[in-house]
């Protein structure tokens, strides 16, 4: 999972190359996104992502990540429709926060704020301006702000996972989706929190999770892992196949079915 997903043309902002250049909000969608079937999401995220999206943790380079998965399918976000429009009520922060990002210059592990300059509301007429003179302007701080709560929030998370780790919590998840029309979708390489190991744990590790707010974030992610019916759910909406919410159940109008299996990891 790459931390600049969707961003075609990142640029380092500053106030000689792009002193001219403005912010269009308007008709902003969410079509960038409509080809990433899962995005990274932090710990803080995890009570209102659980809400809509199933939580799982992947592997990321040599790292662990905590991600919503918006899709079963390479390339599908069953959350964007065709006008760019998310169909959820909490939109993860990896997506709110474009077409700004903050990347590493390589330097110390210093970061650079930097715009997607493919982001069709980036241009040099319409909008609000991103520098006024030598000071940036109210949108720009506010992207800012929001770009190194952000980077908090992930250390925050990336310390959270490493925790997990440490104690031998997380197993491997094996997701598979059956659907009316025979379809399958399998879902491998993912992790999720065994749950009895969890229960094993010693009181004083148990306590620590419990006192940073963790636990709650365990179990958000625990439960989430339901949400899996719901994007069998929007598959066949969008295929015109019958939905679990359907009235009927029979041979002949049988409903499309999410089976995950968890095994320990070795």
């Not at 902002?13 to 969410?30: E, M, Q, S, V, Y």
């Not at 702000?145 to 959270?160: C, G, M, N, S, W």
Request: glycine share 8%; proline share 5%; net charge negative.
């Amino acid at each position: 999972m790459a931390n600049l997903l969707f961003y075609k043309k990142p640029v380092p902002l500053n106030k000689t190359d792009h002193a001219g250049k403005k912010i269009n909000p308007a008709g902003r969608t969410f079509k960038f996104a409509s080809g990433t079937n899962s995005v990274i999401i932090a710990g803080v995220e995890f009570s209102e992502a659980a809400k809509e999206y199933p939580i799982v943790f992947a592997q990321a380079g040599e790292s662990v990540v905590p991600v919503a998965l918006l899709g079963l399918r390479n390339e599908e976000n069953l959350y964007v429709d065709d006008e760019g429009t998310w169909d959820a009520r909490y939109v993860p922060a990896f997506g709110r926060r474009y077409p700004f990002v903050l990347a590493e210059t390589g330097q110390d592990g210093q970061r650079v704020v930097c715009i997607d300059e493919a982001y069709e509301g980036f241009n040099d007429t319409e909008g609000e301006p991103l520098f006024d003179g030598e000071e940036t302007t109210p949108i720009l701080k506010q992207a800012m702000d929001f770009l190194e709560e952000y980077q908090k929030q992930y250390q925050r998370t990336e310390a959270f996972v490493q925790r997990l780790k440490e104690n031998e919590l997380l197993m491997e998840l094996n997701a598979k989706v059956d659907m009316v029309d025979g379809q399958q979708f399998g879902l491998s390489g993912l992790l999720a929190v065994d749950e009895r190991k969890l229960l094993q744990m010693p009181d004083d590790r148990a306590l620590q999770l419990f006192r940073s707010g963790e636990l709650s974030w365990i179990y958000c992610h625990l439960m989430s892992l339901g949400n899996m019916g719901r994007m069998v759910d929007r598959i066949a909406r969008r295929s015109g196949a019958p939905t679990t919410s359907d009235d009927s159940d029979s041979e002949e109008n049988p409903k499309p079915k999410a089976k995950a299996r968890a095994k320990k990891t070795s």
